[in-house]
């Protein structure tokens, strides 16, 4: 497994370069996830010859914005479920601030419509956590160099797709509020709209996904990574 290998407790924050180093900022909002991947990255130590130089940590998808904006390293771990902001988000804002870094996702979620979505979004390589390392490192290269790199498994469960609706961020936003348990009311002051129109997103939703009531909504979110279940618990 990609993370669980290497799960070695570490100091987050930011850290000086070597000098000619691979710069990276690792975001995950758990802690040994982040140290994995540093661990991960120690073990293997080089890439295209180059040494690699952990400069910076993030907790959470604010905080992944700024360390990339101040730090601009080469390349940023992106993990795509994070609280304040999330994985597309991130990778915009990242865009915006530090065109030059290259980012690469990685994810738990296995929902095909979700990964879909960063393949879409131009996100520079999307790999899933429980993926072989070897893949991982081996992969960096090619993204450095400028390629749009795309795990094997992430791929098969792209093209295995069937042609269904994939969900917009809305109504990722509203699925993620109902699901939490708020009410119609709460969703929409919570994002700015009216009550009317959570109803009509949440109608989209239903028939979308094919589900006929809120268990059947709330399994199907869960089952198909649509949410981080950890934060349902």
């Given at each position: 497994?990609?993370?669980?290998?290497?799960?070695?407790?570490?100091?987050?924050?930011?850290?000086?370069?070597?000098?000619?180093?691979?710069?990276?900022?690792?975001?995950?909002?758990?802690?040994?996830?982040?140290?994995?991947?540093?661990?991960?990255?120690?073990?293997?130590?080089?890439?295209s010859?180059?040494?690699?130089?952990?400069?910076?940590?993030?907790?959470?998808?604010?905080?992944?914005?700024?360390?990339?904006?101040?730090?601009?390293?080469?390349?940023?771990?992106?993990?795509v479920?994070?609280?304040?902001a999330?994985?597309?988000?991130?990778?915009?804002?990242?865009?915006?601030?530090?065109?030059?870094?290259?980012?690469?996702?990685?994810?738990?979620?296995?929902?095909?419509?979700?990964?879909?979505?960063?393949?879409?979004?131009?996100?520079?390589?999307?790999?899933?956590?429980?993926?072989?390392?070897?893949?991982?490192?081996?992969?960096?290269?090619r993204?450095?160099?400028?390629?749009?790199?795309?795990?094997?498994?992430?791929?098969?469960?792209?093209?295995?797709?069937?042609?269904?609706?994939?969900?917009?961020?809305?109504?990722?936003?509203?699925?993620?509020l109902?699901?939490?348990?708020?009410?119609?009311?709460?969703?929409?002051?919570?994002?700015?709209?009216?009550?009317?129109?959570?109803?009509?997103?949440?109608?989209?939703?239903?028939?979308?996904?094919?589900?006929?009531?809120?268990?059947?909504?709330?399994?199907?979110?869960?089952?198909?990574?649509?949410?981080?279940?950890?934060?349902?618990?």
């Amino acid at each position: 497994m990609l993370i669980c290998q290497f799960a070695a407790l570490r100091s987050p924050g930011e850290a000086m370069a070597e000098e000619g180093a691979l710069t990276v900022v690792i975001a995950d909002d758990h802690e040994v996830v982040r140290a994995g991947v540093r661990a991960m990255l120690e073990r293997f130590g080089e890439v295209s010859g180059r040494s690699v130089s952990v400069i910076g940590e993030a907790g959470n998808g604010l905080e992944a914005i700024r360390q990339t904006k101040a730090l601009k390293p080469e390349l940023l771990i992106l993990d795509v479920a994070m609280p304040y902001a999330r994985g597309i988000e991130v990778f915009s804002e990242v865009r915006r601030w530090a065109p030059d870094t290259r980012i690469a996702a990685m994810t738990g979620m296995t929902s095909a419509g979700l990964l879909k979505r960063l393949i879409d979004a131009g996100i520079d390589g999307v790999f899933l956590k429980g993926g072989p390392v070897e893949e991982f490192v081996d992969a960096l290269p090619r993204l450095l160099g400028g390629e749009q790199v795309v795990a094997a498994q992430v791929a098969e469960s792209v093209d295995g797709a069937s042609d269904q609706e994939s969900l917009t961020r809305r109504e990722l936003q509203v699925l993620s509020l109902i699901v939490a348990g708020q009410s119609n009311q709460e969703v929409a002051d919570a994002l700015n709209i009216s009550a009317n129109t959570v109803n009509n997103h949440r109608a989209s939703i239903m028939r979308k996904l094919n589900v006929h009531s809120m268990a059947e909504l709330m399994a199907y979110a869960l089952r198909e990574g649509l949410l981080d279940a950890s934060r349902q618990l």
